[in-house]
């Protein structure tokens, strides 16, 4: 068993508490395996970018470098267990979920309660095109049924995967906090480190 002291008393490492994707990874590991992807898709669509559009501007270069900076941040702070590294990743992935959340609901009331989805298929050009340009037909009610309910779907899918994703790195957060917090004796700790079950030591 390990073990770390504290203001409240011993921490247990492999306690539920620290775990998530269903008990599978410590709370540490899950969030570098999220940052770390969190990276691969920042490069990855950077380079596309790059790759298809070209710099673009000083602006595009500027959005570029400032995205790499932000993954980089979370990446490190997650590797090093700087909690304030987590902090800007936290705000910006809290406010997505709220506003995924706040889309999905407002797109079932407005689906449910009134005919405006009806009238974007019959009057809305850009939603005509794309569905033309998938070559479907935009005037077919059962096409119109499975567009809006698998938009429904995507909307409450990418908001319940936001919210995890957020709750996962609020617990590498304030895991981190009760680390930065732990107090321990003289003998077989160290400040903020899991360290060897010490309990029958005599202090």
């Known amino acids: 068993m390990v073990h770390s002291y504290s203001p409240n008393g011993f921490i247990e490492d492999g306690s539920p508490e620290f775990k998530c994707c269903c008990g599978i990874f410590h709370i540490r ?16 669509a950077i380079t596309l970018n790059l790759y298809i559009n070209g710099i673009g501007g000083v602006g595009v270069l500027i959005c570029s470098l400032s995205l790499l900076f932000y993954a980089s941040a979370l990446v490190i702070g997650v590797i090093l267990e700087k909690r304030y590294l987590l902090l ?31 009238y974007a298929h019959k009057n809305v050009t850009m939603v005509r095109d794309l569905y033309e340009v998938h070559h479907f037909d935009p005037d077919d009610e059962k096409t119109q049924t499975l567009f809006s309910c698998g938009l429904l779907i995507a909307l409450i899918v990418m908001a319940a995967f936001s919210a995890y994703i957020c709750l996962v790195f609020k617990d590498a957060y304030f895991y981190f906090k009760k680390k930065e917090e732990m107090i321990g004796p003289d003998r077989g700790y160290q400040r903020g480190k899991i360290v060897a079950d010490t309990l029958n030591q005599d202090y």
């Open 29 to 44: 590991t899950g969030a570098r395996i999220l940052a770390i992807l969190h990276m691969l898709f920042y490069l990855t």
């Open 88 to 118: 800007p990743f936290l705000i910006l992935q809290a406010t997505l979920t709220i506003i995924l959340s706040i889309m999905a609901v407002g797109y079932g009331i407005i689906g449910a309660a009134s005919d405006s989805l009806l």
